[in-house]
């Protein structure tokens, strides 16, 4: 008898033990994530449509340009984005101003304020302010809001990239004297179908040109959205560049990413800037010919052209006319002058985007390659001929995986070795 009560206490022991051990080994709950709430106020004369419309495209673009805090109606998020429009009259904004805001302590983490002339979709609005959201890091503060981490601002110019991967590395490429017209237009005024990601390709360049180029801000044009007109385009490249890039050695970078389509007469690639119709491509559009032609006259100017669409009238980044079948005989990319031009995709073929971050397929493996991926002898310069080999190969292999095919392609003025024309020089280590 005795010998069964000391086993039975000795159950006993072993239970409460367990239980014990088993409530210690319960992992600690996580805490919610941060929360954003989004307000537009509009003290103005603008009328009442732009407000619900800015809210809109703001939430939309907070959800997918990886700012890590979801968006909640009312007024119990842990953040709050107010933005504030002023106006004098009914068509147009004149000035607006936005502050992101801590709801439990009151205190603005970032803000920033413009006057420009905004249209009554409030696309530049929506842009503008999420321009400035990328230069903040959510991430700790939406992983334990309540706690002591609070948003840190990033220094504009080494803030990530709008894809959410690392900053761009710094590099010894000279670019005092370097220019850069850069276009992304991913929503066109004449209901085409969105360009997925062409304004974060179009942001992530700009980064590679600011801290890897060494590109001054005040010799970038970044042309996104509605400001990326036919106007737009032709200015900054027929009229802003020839008055600009004119010292001896000087480097001149064009980037666009969204829509292509065939001139359907001679099936010439141009270009879609977002006010085009493509079935008056003449003039609305912009050739990649003319594009060409026009760099080629800079004097004393390296010039390199890089196309994130295609112009075989399918696919994610080409539009054709409307009733126009997709049977047009696409021209290839020719040299002109000496310029050099690396185009996302043979002229037949159809370009799509990257499966793993918020670009397109050639722009992720584009910059990839520019920021040592590339390298393939480790020197720390990346030349041309690198860039073109990871760019093709990668873009390739990566469009097999996905049933199609996709093989971007160089077009080099005869006469240059692109092994010994160094884009990235004394890339520094990452």
């Known amino acids: 008898m005795r010998h069964l009560a000391l086993a039975l206490a000795l159950a006993l022991c072993l239970i409460v033990l367990g239980c014990y051990s088993r409530a210690n080994l319960q992992p600690r709950p996580t805490p919610s994530p941060a929360t954003m709430a989004i307000e537009v106020v509009n003290d103005g004369l603008l009328g009442a449509g732009v407000q619900p419309r800015a809210e809109a495209l703001l939430r939309s673009d907070v959800l997918s340009k990886n700012i890590a805090v979801p968006v909640v109606a009312g007024g119990e998020a842990d953040l709050k984005l107010l933005v504030r429009i002023t106006s004098t009259n009914f068509t147009a904004a004149t000035a607006y101003e936005w502050q992101l805001i801590e709801s439990r302590s009151g205190r603005i983490i970032a803000q920033g304020a413009e006057a420009p002339a905004l249209g009554h979709e409030g696309e530049q609005l929506a842009d503008a302010v999420i321009a400035g959201l990328i230069g903040v890091d959510t991430l700790p503060y939406a992983s334990d809001p309540k706690g002591a981490v609070a948003a840190v601002i990033t220094p504009p110019d080494s803030a990530n990239p709008p894809n959410g991967s690392e900053v ?151 539009v054709l006319a409307s009733g126009t079948r997709p049977l ?24 799509g985007a990257h499966e793993g971050s918020p670009q397109g397929l050639f722009t992720h493996h584009l910059i990839r390659a520019m920021v040592g991926g590339a390298d393939q002898d480790g020197n ?35 006469g240059v070795d692109a092994r010994g024309v160094i884009v990235i020089k004394g890339l520094d280590a990452r």
């Open 168 to 318: 761009m590395p710094t590099s010894k490429t000279p670019g005092q004297d370097a220019w850069a017209v850069i276009i992304g237009v991913e929503r066109y005024r004449n209901e085409l179908p969105a360009a997925t990601h062409a304004e974060d390709d179009a942001r992530a360049f700009k980064a590679l040109a600011r801290q890897t180029l060494g590109v001054p801000e005040g010799h970038i044009k970044l042309l996104i959205g509605e400001r990326a007109s036919r106007t737009d385009i032709a200015g900054a490249i027929f009229e802003w560049l020839p008055r600009n890039a004119v010292r001896e050695g000087g480097t001149v970078y064009v980037f666009f990413s969204g829509h292509g389509a065939p001139d359907i007469d001679t099936g010439e690639g141009y270009l879609v800037p977002y006010d085009a119709d493509p079935a008056y491509l003449k003039t609305g559009g912009v050739s990649i010919g003319e594009i060409q032609a026009a760099l080629s006259k800079l004097k004393g100017q390296r010039s390199f052209v890089f196309l994130d669409a295609c112009f075989s009238g399918r696919g994610e980044r080409s």
């Open 328 to 351: 047009v005989p696409v021209k290839e990319v020719e040299a002109v002058g000496g310029v050099i031009t690396i185009s996302a995709a043979g002229a037949r073929e159809a370009t």
């Open 380 to 414: 720390r310069d990346v030349t041309l001929a690198e860039i073109v080999s990871y760019v093709a190969k990668a873009v390739e292999d990566e469009a097999r995986l996905q049933n199609r095919e996709q093989r971007p392609t160089a077009t080099v003025p005869g």
